[in-house]
């Protein structure tokens, strides 16, 4: 895709701004830098001097520039883009905002007939930035991305900086970050397209608060789902969202019971919020399919284990109870009194020995086993976590976890990490994501 390889893996990048302290040339340049970025670094600038050990340039036309990124007022950009196109520069970022979100159609349709003349990709105006983690590229005024495997493109750059330090702080990392904002050029079905080649990205996840271009974006969903999920945060349901998404980007939000009828027409997965986008990723990434509805639930906590049960099954979702044979078997593995039925309780006979022997007893019945554990005085989680790891070794369904309680078991949730084995905070939120997993395996299935 022309221009598009520069963004996302340039030998040069230009960054033309103010390099003063606290202004966003000023902080890209500081990104790219301390983010570790291998290749050339050119600060732009009429002040000249050095910044962070590097020249800053007065005047660009000497230099070879794989990727320029702008942050500059907008009346100025124009004119540099012509510059730019003369001197083959395909890929740009135009991070100044100016533009369609504030009424002023006829500047960014001169950048768009620019972008034309001289066959030239803009990201942007009025976005935040691209980054990828892979080669250390952060062409971005937001606080950098861990590395992960989840692809991330945002219309609102303001919600992709809260985003990335949510991200942050759970220890969650992205391959690919972009904020598009206006769209003038580059789109959500451009970047989807990319992703969907790009080796490091498992599960893409996109905020859109409408599009411009419907058809191209669900053509290209259509041929991204066979090969990795989409997952979608769609802003605007109501009418106050909808007049806030025109003054901010400049969209046409358009009615969102159309949105969400192509959504599930196209397997595009919709969820409400970012922490769900969060755990639903997370669920994805360790297992892409569930191949049924039989979830088996394995606790030392009767509470949270029935609003679990009841939660899969206001899902849809089956939480059957295990045949004559298993119950027999499972006598012979726990002590009287402990339940047979799903969800098996525990209670305080759950030893770490007896949370693995469970889970591999019951494995066979089940698509997908949830493993709620609540701490008390004498159950360490570090020890629970790692006997059910060692289980999962030999069973062929998925294990997800809802460790709770927070701090006294953090190291219990590092633990389960290592195992590749996703913990949620609640079993509600864990059935949310497992019914969402099922649901598109099935489609896929067809």
Do not use: W
Request: with cysteine; aromatic share 8%.
């Amino acid at each position: 895709m022309k221009g598009m390889k520069n963004f996302f893996n340039p030998q040069s990048v230009a960054i033309f701004g103010s390099m003063k302290e606290g202004k966003t040339g000023f902080e890209i340049v500081k990104n790219m830098v301390e983010g570790g970025f291998k290749g050339d670094i050119y600060p732009i600038s009429q002040s000249g001097g050095k910044i962070f050990g590097l020249n800053i340039y007065p005047d660009f036309k000497k230099l070879d520039i794989d990727l320029a990124v702008i942050a500059i007022p907008s009346q100025l950009i124009p004119p540099l883009l012509e510059d730019l196109g003369n001197q083959r520069v395909d890929s740009v970022i135009i991070i100044s905002a100016g533009f369609s979100e504030v009424g002023n159609f006829e500047e960014e349709e001169r950048i768009k007939q620019i972008a034309r003349k001289y066959q030239m990709r803009i990201i942007g105006p009025n976005c935040a930035g691209i980054m990828n983690t892979e080669n250390n590229l952060f062409a971005s005024i937001e606080v950098r991305a861990l590395s992960g495997n989840t692809g991330f493109i945002t219309q609102s750059g303001a919600l992709g900086g809260a985003v990335l330090m949510m991200a942050e702080e759970l220890g969650f990392g992205f391959s690919k970050f972009v904020s598009y904002g206006n769209r003038c050029d580059v789109d959500e079905a451009d970047l989807i397209s990319y992703l969907r080649e790009d080796p490091q990205t498992q599960v893409i996840t996109i905020y859109i608060e409408g599009l411009q271009e419907g058809r191209k974006f669900l053509k290209e969903a259509r041929e991204t789902v066979s090969k990795k999920p989409i997952i979608a945060i769609k802003a605007g349901k109501y009418e106050a969202g909808i007049r806030a998404t025109s003054s901010h980007t400049g969209s046409l939000a358009g009615e969102d019971r159309i949105y969400d009828a192509a959504f599930k027409q196209f397997r595009i997965l919709r969820v409400d919020d970012v922490e769900e986008m969060f755990d639903l990723s997370r669920g994805l990434i360790y297992y892409p399919r569930i191949e049924g509805e039989r979830i088996a639930v394995v606790t030392n906590a009767g509470g949270p284990a029935v609003m679990t049960t009841d939660k899969l099954e206001d899902l849809g979702l089956q939480v059957p109870e295990p045949s004559s044979t298993l119950k027999n078997r499972l006598k012979n593995l726990l002590p009287p009194h402990v339940s047979l039925r799903n969800p098996f309780d525990l209670l305080a006979y759950g030893s770490a020995e007896t949370f693995a022997s469970v889970c591999k007893a019951i494995a066979p019945e089940y698509d997908a086993i949830i493993v709620i554990f609540v701490p008390t005085a004498y159950m360490d989680s570090v020890r629970i976590a790692q006997a059910v790891g060692e289980a999962k070794k030999s069973i062929k369904r998925p294990i997800f976890a809802c460790f709770m309680a927070g701090r006294s078991v953090k190291e219990g949730i590092e633990e389960l990490k290592r195992y590749g084995i996703p913990n949620y905070k609640t079993g509600e939120r864990c059935a949310k994501v497992i019914q969402k997993i099922v649901l598109q395996t099935l489609k896929n299935s067809y």
